[in-house]
């Protein structure tokens, strides 16, 4: 330790004046958490001392000062040339000689430690870096693989200088941080191979909604410069914390990321260099399951040490197979985000889509396209356009708050563009692949950030209302307010609302999207036309079977809504297709009869008893079973969708129990969607096979008053309220309520019918089932009314 240099494993939180947020916090993690098993490689840093006697050296500082006392921000061209001039400056001037004397000590002990020529990492710290109300990601550079003393001092210096980036500039200007109060540690650092495994970034929350009980992976191959630069779509994982703590299998999630490209190190001597990866390779997992949840136990661990949410950098090395932490620093968005003010994007009127990427942030934005293809066009954009580019690196920060939202190419949830669009609230769709093709000048775009994990960019500027609610302050209501959700990518941003649950979800949501395969194709993909199994083998890529790959996908569902409103009932509605929506998913057309009316026909609990979809109802069993059982998410109830008879009523929960599901089982409730008139009428017969009813108000309604729904010739008939309707509902809920069971509707929840709402509370209705658009204004209404 000299005044100039300070071992990582001599360095903690303490000491962020001398070596910055960066350097403090992997000399903290070295000190007091690798008896935990985390794994910080070792390394050294220089200090602020040093950087600001690099600067003393010729009068350096005070030349930089002038240079910048009249400098406008706002204008990039003049921005550019002066931090242009300061750089060469700096790069011109040699490090003092006892500086360099500290640094040659310092380099040669690591060599004698690790090997000859040891490959390092040279990384900026600086001094007021990676502080809780700022994010300085990416603002100065790095150097990957310097090998040998000259070129370890030559990257120490191009460090140094990148405290003079455009960006840097902009940022401290914009931020009110004083340029020469601010100075910059190098960390030399010793490089973990994952050149030759994988790397990543993990944050300890949802980076989108700011849901705390989640890790987000992501990951990639190679070094993880491509990621942060956002040159790769890299795999995602999500994992519950509370069910990583019981010790249970908590990998809520994966997905799969396109990785077309990988970072490694150069041929010859130091450097990098980039490489495409083999299509075997990009469509398997860059992480093991194992490996996603060991990170997340040692990212809990990283939170739990500093007391806030993290954002943090990982990295697997090809040669001894472990998992290194290379750098940790506080989340600095979500994190600071007010979550007691709910804030809604509505959109209210769609049109064509133009393109559709990773959505980042719930807004929406709209204006001009600014197509920039590169630094030198960034002065196109004005204020309030849209901002089209391949990819975004942090000298385009200087435009990047101009824009009213950004899209790009390349990039995912943990590039650099996300980071940034989080930081100053900006919508931002990432990995859109041809943007900067579809997009063109001057077109005016709305791109929607508020329809869950997909952004969309649509053509021409569309109404858009914004709806904001205090929900600290939200009144009491006489019933439980649950939700309708079957989207999961929306999961973690609902759960924010208040709620009692979620009162349906629709597996035909997470069937259609997330899987869209006919479940017969996918146990026997090889029975299929070469054109489906074309498809049905592009889809399922990454899993060993397409049948593994339906129950995982499934389960990934469930288990995201499960931990989202954990430990508050999550009610899953087994499949309700119809004929005509399963023929739609792929292999389907071959497999599903030809029905008249599909809403009258073979759908439900009629499916399920059926000697020819017992093995499909068999894998959404094996779902709910593995959700439940391995995951520990016993908050899931299951609940059985158009069972018309009492017998049929029997005969589904003999064939739920044969396959895992007993109710009673695990505390397993069993609810029966109250949906045909034969329902309410002997309701007390089939409450004894079931722990209650949600009530179908729309099928009951139909049914009851022998209408079709979706004809325009009679929707003016349809009405929930009719004395008709209102007898079977009377009937359910006092059949319900005379038993001790669980009754709750589903569907209601628009404001214009709160007469009915208020009728069924009135009648003992235990819970309202709302859509999640509604549910803060149902809420309000209803304590009001109350």
Not at 169 to 176: C, K, L
Not at 747 to 760: M, N, R, T, V, Y
Request: hydrophobic share 40%; aromatic share 6%.
């Amino acid at each position: 330790m000299t005044p100039y240099v300070i071992w990582f494993n001599e360095l903690s939180m303490k000491d962020v004046p001398e070596v910055g947020g960066k350097n403090a916090s992997l000399g903290e993690m070295t000190c007091q958490l690798n008896r935990l098993g985390i794994r910080v490689p070792e390394g050294f840093a220089t200090t602020a001392q040093a950087y600001r006697h690099f600067l003393e050296e010729g009068g350096l500082g005070d030349r930089i000062s002038k240079r910048l006392q009249s400098l406008d921000i706002r204008d990039v061209d003049a921005l550019a040339q002066a931090g242009a001039e300061i750089r060469q400056w700096m790069m011109s001037a040699p490090l003092p000689p006892d500086l360099e004397k500290d640094i040659c000590q310092a380099y040669g002990q690591l060599e004698e430690r690790c090997g000859a020529q040891v490959p390092v990492a040279v990384r900026s710290s600086a001094t007021a870096e990676d502080l809780p109300d700022a994010s300085f990601a990416g603002q100065q550079e790095t150097y990957l693989n310097m090998r040998g003393l000259n070129e370890v001092l030559d990257a120490v210096r191009k460090v140094f200088a990148s405290l003079y980036n455009d960006r840097a500039i902009a940022y401290r200007e914009h931020h009110g941080y004083h340029h020469d109060q601010v100075a910059l540690s190098a960390g030399i650092q010793r490089m973990v191979r994952s050149d030759l495994a994988s790397s990543g970034v993990v944050f300890t929350m949802d980076t989108e909604s700011g849901f705390p009980h989640v890790v987000l992976i992501t990951a990639t191959y190679g070094l993880g410069e491509a990621l942060v630069q956002g040159a790769v779509n890299p795999d995602e994982f999500y994992v519950d914390k509370r069910k990583l703590a019981e010790g249970k299998d908590a990998l809520l999630s994966r997905k799969l990321g396109s990785k077309a490209i990988r970072i490694v190190y150069a041929d010859q001597g130091g450097g990098v260099q980039t490489l495409p990866v083999p299509p075997q390779e990009a469509t398997a997992f860059s992480l093991s399951d194992g490996d996603a949840q060991e990170l997340a136990r040692q990212a809990c661990q990283i939170e739990q040490h500093y007391g806030r949410p993290m954002d943090i950098e990982w990295a697997k090395d090809g040669i001894d197979g472990l998992l290194y932490i290379v750098q940790a620093r506080p989340e600095t968005v979500k994190s600071r985000s007010n979550a007691q003010v709910v804030e809604r994007y509505h959109l209210e009127k769609t049109g064509p889509i133009l393109i559709t990427g990773r959505a980042i942030g719930q807004k929406i934005g709209q204006g001009t396209v600014r197509v920039v293809r590169r630094l030198q066009e960034m002065n196109k954009v004005r204020q309030g356009d849209v901002l089209v580019a391949d990819m975004t690196d942090p000298d385009w920060e200087p435009v990047m708050k101009l824009a009213a939202a950004i899209v790009t190419n390349r990039g995912g949830r943990t590039c650099h563009a996300a980071i940034i669009a989080r930081e100053m609230g900006v919508p931002a769709v990432v990995g859109c692949g041809q943007a900067t093709q579809v997009l063109h000048d001057d077109m005016q775009v709305t791109v929607s950030c508020a329809e869950g994990d997909t952004g969309l960019i649509y053509e021409g500027l569309l109404p858009v209302t914004v709806r904001k609610a205090q929900l600290d302050a939200m009144p009491p209501v006489p019933v439980k307010i649950m939700m309708n959700v079957g989207n999961p990518e929306r999961a973690f941003d609902f759960a924010g609302l208040p709620n009692a649950g979620v009162g349906l979800c629709r597996l035909e949501f997470m069937i259609s999207r997330m899987i869209g395969i006919h479940p017969k194709a996918a146990l026997h993909p090889e029975q299929e036309e070469p054109a489906i199994q074309e498809q049905i083998k592009e889809r399922t890529a990454g899993y060993a079977s397409p049948a593994i790959f339906y129950t995982t996908k499934l389960a990934e569902g469930i288990a995201t809504l499960a931990s989202a409103f954990y430990p508050n009932p999550v009610i899953v509605r087994l499949s309700d297709f119809k004929s005509n929506e399963y023929a739609n998913l792929i292999g389907g057309a071959r497999h599903e009869p030809h029905e008249e009316n599909p809403m009258l026909g073979y759908r439900g609990a009629s499916r399920y008893v059926s000697e020819d979809f017992r093995p499909c109802f068999a894998l959404e069993c094996q779902a709910l079973r593995h959700v439940r059982e391995v995951m520990g998410f016993e908050n899931v109830w299951v609940m059985v969708p158009f069972v018309r008879t009492v017998d049929e009523a029997q005969a589904v929960c003999a064939e739920l129990a044969k396959n895992g599901l007993q109710r009673g089982h695990h505390g397993l409730k069993l609810i029966m969607m109250c949906e045909v008139p034969s329902n309410a009428l002997l309701a007390e017969a089939f409450l004894e096979h079931f722990d209650g009813f949600s009530i179908g108000s729309n099928d009951l309604t139909q049914l009851t008053l022998g209408l079709d729904r979706d004809s325009g010739l009679v929707a003016n008939l349809f009405d929930e309220r009719n004395p008709a309707v209102k007898i079977l509902l009377e009937r359910a809920i006092s059949a319900c309520r005379k038993a001790g069971r669980y009754v709750g509707i589903c569907g209601q929840g628009p404001s214009d019918h709160l007469d009915l709402a208020q009728w069924l509370m009135e009648k003992g209705i235990e819970s309202l089932s709302l859509n999640p658009d509604t549910v803060v204004e149902t809420w309000l209404a209803l304590s009001k009314q109350h």
